[in-house]
């Protein structure tokens, strides 16, 4: 199984950052923790980090702008080849910019039930309110705080004559089990035929004229009563395999694709050298890397009057 690679980003203890990390080391984990990174040096979690052999990364925020502080994490990140992130305590309001750049690749966890209780003193908040439970959220980060599409939550029910740092411990157990459980089913699904195919089909069928059906049990992609330009072969004869089979110019172009990166791209067995397969189940895949192999192979069956139309479209 190739693990999807993440980073956690905290600012203090990092008891959630100890969780996701030892949840890692189940072999059956579909992620691994490749870096902790900081804008506190001083971060407890760091020296955790470092004593199980996973990379750390500090840098402190004084003195710099927002955008100057998130430039230099995101540059961390790009050098660790970070595919996900996960906020841990990450005690930092982040920059536009920088969640555009992780936008759907980012998660953060969040003391109480949102959209209870953004921002700061959930708890306290919780008890004050007379609610019967606390608890805990996972969501994907986007520019509004702690908002974003809520991906797990746990409630955590509170006590009579609980006080916050009561209900906040025992919400900590709760985020433990949380947050792991769901960046495993995050990463997961990402890497699932399901998504894979889906995220293909967008980018297939907003090409002009394009349709989809069935070919030999594989999701193909063609023009309307014309030619094919896409098949998706997915553990065709249980090679395990799941890739992308577009048109391509020929024999020397796939023997180059081959030699210059022979984990991802392979000749596709009956396709001919006119085919290059591109695996999409090693992670890391670049959807608009795909969109732009789509269009090439599109344009290379599309009748000339089409193509032509679509160099005009192309112009404005
Ligand atoms: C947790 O309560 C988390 O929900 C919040 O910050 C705290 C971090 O705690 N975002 P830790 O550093 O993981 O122990």
């Given at each position: 199984m190739v693990k999807a690679r993440v980073a956690v980003l905290i600012s203090g203890t990092g008891t959630n950052m100890a969780a996701l990390l030892y949840a890692a080391k189940a072999a059956d984990c579909p992620y691994e923790i490749v870096l902790v990174a900081s804008?506190?040096?001083?971060?407890?979690g760091l020296k955790l980090a470092e004593a199980e052999g996973i990379a750390t990364f500090a840098h402190p925020h004084?003195?710099?702008s927002r955008e100057e502080h998130d430039g230099i994490m995101h540059d961390a990140l790009i050098a660790a080849k970070i595919e996900f992130v996960a906020l841990a305590g990450y005690m930092r309001i982040l920059s536009p910019d920088f969640v555009g750049k992780w936008e759907g690749r980012m998660l953060n966890i969040h003391p109480s039930l949102l959209p209870k209780y953004k921002g700061l003193h959930t708890h306290e908040r919780a008890i004050e309110a007379g609610d019967s439970h606390g608890g805990c959220s996972v969501h994907l980060v986007t520019?509004?705080?702690?908002?974003?599409?809520?991906l797990g939550q746990t409630p955590v029910a509170i006590l009579t004559g609980d006080n916050a740092d009561r209900l906040g411990a025992r919400v900590l157990i709760a985020e433990h089990q949380l947050y792991s459980r769901v960046l495993a089913d995050y990463v997961a699904r990402e890497r699932t035929p399901d998504f894979l195919v889906q995220q293909v089909r967008e980018r297939a069928l907003a090409l002009p004229e394009a349709d989809e059906v069935v070919s030999h049990g594989m999701p193909c992609f063609g023009i309307i009563k014309g030619k094919k330009f896409a098949y998706i072969s997915l553990d065709h004869h249980g090679d395990g395999k799941i890739a992308l089979l577009v048109k391509i110019s020929g024999a020397e172009e796939q023997a180059m694709l081959i030699d210059m990166n022979p984990d991802r791209y392979y000749r596709p067995?009956?396709?001919?050298?006119?085919w290059i397969a591109i695996r999409l189940d090693l992670g890391e895949n670049d959807w608009d890397g795909i969109a732009n192999w789509l269009a090439k192979s599109w344009r290379s069956i599309a009748p000339r009057k089409l193509a032509a139309m679509m160099d005009l479209i192309g112009e404005f």
């Open positions: 804008n506190n040096p001083d971060a407890a004084k003195g710099l520019a509004e705080l702690d908002d974003g599409p809520i067995a009956y396709f001919g050298d006119g």
